[in-house]
């Protein structure tokens, strides 16, 4: 059993407060994403649950039990790191019985070997396993380093962006990898990311970090669709959520002059921050919305378009066969029923206060 | 105005040749991006052109006239870094008007051509400040105003945005194209970004190993791929490449993926591809088919990931030997579920299995 749970964790370096207050609670083998900017907490967070940093103030527990008073190495958590930092002398096999060679664990050869083959396996380098590793490549690499937390057989992991040195490419197929040796190990995965197409591709739960604290936790459905507040709404998504200031009023979006269904309450003239995200506006002849083309990315499989109404910029994504010019004036409107209201000052999402 | 030609350009650095035989035209006013890998040549390219490199061999001309020999000074380019290289201790006006000291103006003139300038990249506000005040966007405006000031025969980007966050690189983009429409001027692009090249680019050529794998309009170069490296290299996700077997003759034939998981087109869409050859399909993402009832041309199977990313979801789903990789609508099927995958003929895309070039219908 290995399920984490922070409670009122704070830290400070200095003057700066990197995590303050954090509740945290990831559930025994599920895979858990935290979400947030450069200087959010993401890494403070990890290191504090490995032991590698002491909170100020709070409690860390891993399967129930606190380990506030435990070294690293008595916490059984395996940490992936962006840097590979293998050993460049050893192989591949070299580098996976590393870390079973260590005095404290005594395991015996048959042992050591039989562990390595089953990592080497499930990640696929069994031909590589007597190579330098240096004559590796950056995913190899990787692999072998998620190999060599692995052949411990911890029963939680912690990721610190492993993805984000590699090309775009293989990026791609090692999501899909992390994810099924997630669900063939059933540990603990928290994996924490500044990219949000890692979230919520690969999170059975996304958290969101904002400045040292966790906004919300939620499903990728959750997060996307049903975000707390405006800073949630568009930490996913690309191009991220359009918001709009206008008015709600009589069930209508009325913004500077044109006015647009909602199925929001009826309201009656309250400041609204309107978001909507980019796929569900609808250019239509007719339509109620005005704006002019100010700029179309071919992105092959669809067109993002930045278009002007009035002072706001919004971006649209439509099929990759729209014909559309810059300069033109188009006519849009939107789905009703995929549109969000905010308070436009503190940015909470109206439907869920 | 500048109309830019590289003829058989080669560049050795030592025994490493990083251009082997280049050959491009870049017409006047013209957008080009240089899309590629890092190694791959693309920056090599621009500096040549720039007279910041020479070349072993080849000529470079611009209108015209021979430039290969030129110092850099003399060929009234401009030139645009992803690090600022702005001067810390001038205020953005001065940093602007910098490049206008050496040339014959008064001083109304150079005010004009600054204030002109700043206007059209709206960073007129900025005019008085240091750089160490300003963001990093603010930053690239300023070092691009500096590059545009003199009006340059042509502007040369190297990853000029590469290094400003994901939002303020969007916006960026937008700016860069506009200001480029506005200008008209000739403009050439380094990138190693998909993306930046996809929605920048009038013409984008494609480079590897310090050749031009492509060059073409971004929809070509999405739609009719000339080989695999461009078919995988543009598009996310990544196109979907597989070797299948081409059984069955012009009437009807199927596409076999191994293990008995063949798909049925009409012959057609294959009968221009040779027997007796090794066959890469590629198919992209969207033109993988998945439903939830069996039919013509589709085959069972179960879906084995599911990337939920929002506004579109990537399904894979297995067909023989291969995993496909499908975009569909959110919510539409769930990991480890049983659905028919079938391909759009029309979208597929053969590949020669050993040069790796794409096999054209010559129609």
Not at chain 1, 81 to 90: A, D, G, K, N, T
Not at chain 1, 105 to 112: A, G, P, Y
Not at chain 1, 274 to 288: C, D, I, K, M, Q
């Amino acid at each position: 059993m290995a399920r984490i749970e922070l409670k009122g964790i704070s830290k400070s370096f200095g003057a700066q407060r990197a995590l303050r207050d954090l509740d945290l609670v990831v559930e025994d083998g599920e895979f858990f994403v935290l979400l947030g900017r450069t200087g959010a907490g993401k890494t403070t967070t990890l290191r504090v649950i490995a032991g590698l940093e002491k909170p100020d103030t709070g409690s860390v527990a891993i399967g129930n039990r606190d380990v506030g008073g435990w070294t690293a190495a008595e916490r059984d958590v395996a940490l992936v790191l962006q840097q590979y930092s293998l050993y460049p002398r050893l192989t591949v096999r070299g580098n996976l019985e590393f870390p079973l060679r260590s005095r404290v664990r005594n395991f015996s050869e048959e042992e050591i070997a039989a562990r390595v083959q089953k990592a080497a396996q499930t990640l696929q380098i069994t031909h590589l396993l007597d190579r330098k590793v240096e004559r590796l490549s950056g995913g190899e690499m990787q692999r072998v380093s998620i190999g060599r937390a692995i052949v411990r057989q911890p029963s939680v992991f912690l990721m610190d962006e492993p993805l984000s040195a590699l090309d775009a490419k293989l990026r791609e197929s090692l999501r899909v990898e992390l994810k099924k040796l997630h669900s063939d190990l059933g540990a603990t995965f928290l994996f924490v990311t500044h990219d949000q197409v890692e979230a919520m591709s690969m999170g059975d739960k996304i958290g969101v970090l904002q400045q040292g604290r966790l906004v919300q936790v939620g499903t990728p459905a959750d997060i996307y669709e049903r975000p707390l507040n405006t800073f949630v709404a568009r930490s996913v998504g690309s191009p991220p959520m359009n918001l709009i200031d206008g008015q709600l009023s009589g069930g209508m979006a009325e913004i500077g002059a044109c006015r647009l269904p909602v199925r929001a309450a009826a309201g009656a003239g309250q400041a609204v921050t309107f978001g909507v995200r980019p796929e569900n506006v609808v250019l239509e002849s007719g339509a109620p919305g005005e704006a002019r083309i100010f700029d179309i990315e071919d992105q092959g499989v669809i067109k993002v378009l930045s278009m002007d109404m009035g002072e706001t910029r919004l971006h649209v994504t439509v099929p990759a066969g729209t014909h559309v010019a810059r300069d033109e004036v188009v006519r849009f409107g939107w789905k009703p029923e995929r549109v969000l209201t905010f308070d436009p000052q503190t940015g909470v999402n109206l439907a869920l206060a | 105005m500048a109309r830019i030609e590289l003829r058989s350009i080669q560049k050795f650095f030592g025994a490493v040749q990083v251009l082997k035989d280049v050959n491009l035209t870049i017409e006047d006013g013209e957008f080009v991006v240089m899309l590629g890998q890092s190694g791959c040549g693309k920056t090599t390219t621009l500096r040549a052109i720039a007279g910041l490199e020479t070349v072993s061999s080849g000529t470079i001309s611009i209108d015209g006239r021979e430039v290969q020999d030129l110092r850099a000074a003399d060929r009234d380019i401009a030139f645009v870094f992803q690090s600022f290289s702005l001067y810390p201790h001038m205020t953005v006006y001065e940093n602007i008007a910098f490049p206008l000291r050496a040339v014959g103006m008064s001083q109304d003139q150079r005010e004009a051509a600054v204030r002109e300038v700043a206007k059209v990249l709206g960073i007129e506000r900025l005019l008085n400040r240091k750089p160490s005040a300003l963001s990093g966007g603010d930053m690239q405006r300023v070092a691009i105003g500096r590059a545009l000031v003199r009006r340059p025969k042509a502007l040369l980007m190297d990853e000029p945005i590469g290094a400003l966050d994901a939002k303020l690189r969007e916006q960026m983009r937008a700016e860069i194209k506009r200001l480029h429409i506005a200008r008209n001027s000739t403009s050439v692009y380094v990138t190693h970004d998909q993306i930046e090249a996809m929605s920048l680019a009038d013409r984008i050529v494609v480079m590897h190993g310090g050749l031009l794998q492509q060059v073409g309009a971004p929809e070509e170069v999405y739609n009719r791929p000339a080989n695999l490296f461009v078919a995988q290299f543009v598009g996310s996700p990544v196109m979907n490449v597989s070797g299948v077997a081409i059984e069955g003759g012009a009437g009807a034939a199927v596409l076999s993926f191994g293990q008995g998981a063949g798909i049925p087109v009409a012959g057609g869409h294959v009968g221009h591809i040779p027997g007796g050859k090794a066959v890469k399909l590629g198919i992209r993402p969207e033109a993988v088919l998945l439903r939830h009832e069996p039919g013509e041309g589709f085959v069972e199977t179960t879906t084995t990931n599911v990337e939920p990313l929002g506004s579109h979801e990537i399904v894979d789903v297995r067909l023989g030997e291969t995993t496909l990789r499908a975009r569909v609508e959110p919510g539409f099927v769930a990991d480890g579920q049983r659905v028919w995958v079938g391909l759009d003929p029309q979208r597929a895309h053969f590949f020669d299995g050993e040069t790796g070039l794409a096999l054209r219908r010559t129609a």
